[in-house]
């Protein structure tokens, strides 16, 4: 499985981007799709996850609300929308796909990764 990320910019705080994941490749063995992201000097951080039944789950009340994650399993693509930018979203997110799990905020339970697209929320 190979994910592509795109959509990263610079975007003034309070606006919004929407982060787009293709993924190609043995796709049917895909249980989960996921969003970590992580700024400088930190660890990466789980952000959203999707599975195929549709499931959704978000990290904590840091992103519920303004993050959204969705996908189109006719183009095996998953989006995460975000709004109401904050300084403090700013990170290198990267999309991510387990074929182990069908959710986990655990980053080794993910076993395919994007290259990473960089998100800069400027004040």
């Known amino acids: 499985v190979q994910l592509q990320a795109s959509g990263g910019g610079l975007v003034q705080a309070g606006g919004s981007l929407r982060l787009s994941c293709a993924a190609s490749?043995?796709?049917?063995?895909?249980?989960?799709m996921g969003w970590f992201r992580q700024a400088p000097g930190k660890e990466r951080e789980f952000v959203a996850a999707?599975?195929?039944?549709?499931?959704?789950?978000y990290a904590d009340s840091s992103v519920k609300g303004r993050f959204t994650i969705s996908r189109d399993n006719a183009k095996n693509t998953m989006y995460l929308q975000m709004s109401s930018l904050k300084p403090e979203d700013t990170a290198v997110y990267y999309c991510?796909?387990?074929?182990?799990?069908?959710?986990?905020?655990?980053?080794?339970?993910?076993?395919?990764w994007g290259q990473g697209t960089l998100v800069t929320v400027s004040s």
């Open positions: 991510a796909a387990s074929r182990v799990v069908y959710y986990s905020q655990v980053v080794g339970a993910w076993d395919c």
């Open positions: 999707i599975n195929w039944s549709g499931d959704t789950y």
């Open positions: 490749g043995r796709t049917f063995s895909i249980y989960a």
